[in-house]
């Protein structure tokens, strides 16, 4: 029987990416750090784009 297969959008790699950086560079724990990711994933989102 095959195992399910996960499928990460670019979004969840950009999450997970952002949360590595965080959680290498502080004391967060993985939890925490990802709730930080996605904070800031989104206040960059919502830059506009000649800011960024």
Do not use: C
Request: charged share 20%; glycine share 4%.
């Amino acid at each position: 029987m095959a195992s399910p297969t996960t499928f990460l959008t670019p979004y969840d790699l950009r999450v997970d990416l952002v949360k590595n950086t965080i959680s290498t560079h502080s004391e967060l724990d993985g939890e925490a750090a990802g709730a930080l990711a996605v904070q800031i994933l989104h206040t960059l989102n919502s830059m506009p784009e000649k800011m960024r």
